[in-house]
């Protein structure tokens, strides 16, 4: 899976402490999600799209692989 | 009784025992009476005739210290270090089984190795040991999961 995070946060000039903040995870946490580590739950995705305003589908995406 | 109610019941009870951890705060805690009990035990070493149940006890203080650092929560938890306390557990579980599996064999070998005439200190690997190998490796492995996640 892959995740647009990054430019979703850039939109907002938010830092990764400043969303890790506003959902209530830990910056090493959204470090991991931006860089594919880790895949977030339903809830933390809902929560990022509360965040960012936008539909989960719009900043997460399916690869081939998936 | 209604079943669902039951069953209601039931999955009431189980969700007690799913978030078994202490408060962050308690980490401190666990390494400062680990710490003591090490310093203890080293003690111990250079005093003749110290009774039995004595050494017992400093060793059972050891790995109370370690459960304590173990279930500590993290100052912030979330779902991602959930997810590596879970690993760290799973692991500890196998590596402790391999381990338990494996040391009669290391045992023999390193009594064979300093040729003890009286094998008793290689014999005297028991819980302690095991259930330290198992705290020490969970421990460690949920540091190592948490620094390069």
């Known amino acids: 899976m892959r995740n647009t995070i990054k430019v979703q946060r850039a939109i907002l000039d938010l830092t990764q402490d400043d969303l ?47 | 009784m209604d079943t669902k109610k039951i069953m209601e019941c039931e999955h ?4 007690k025992y799913e978030n078994m951890s202490l408060p962050a705060q308690y980490k401190k805690i666990g390494i400062a009476v680990t710490i003591i009990s090490f310093i203890g035990l080293f003690v111990l070493g250079y005093i003749d005739n110290e009774p039995e149940i004595l050494r017992d006890l400093i060793k059972k203080s050891i790995l109370v210290g370690l459960l304590i650092i173990s279930i500590s929560k993290d100052s912030i938890e979330d779902e991602l270090t959930i997810k590596l306390r879970g690993k760290s557990y799973a692991m500890a579980f196998v590596f402790g089984v391999v381990y338990a599996l494996v040391q009669p064999y290391i045992t023999y070998f390193l009594s064979f190795l300093f040729n003890k005439k009286n094998n008793e200190d290689f014999l005297e690997l028991g819980d302690f040991q095991l259930l330290f190998f198992m705290l020490i490796i969970q421990i460690m492995f949920y540091w190592m999961l948490k620094k390069y996640r």
């Open chain 1, 20 to 66: 890790a903040k506003k959902i209530g995870v830990s910056r090493q946490t959204i470090n991991s999600i931006e860089k594919n580590r880790y895949v977030p739950s339903t809830l933390l995705a809902l929560k990022l799209s509360g965040v960012f305003k936008v539909p989960v589908n719009d900043f997460f995406t399916l690869e081939s692989d998936d």
């Open chain 2, 12 to 15: 009431q009870r189980l969700k």
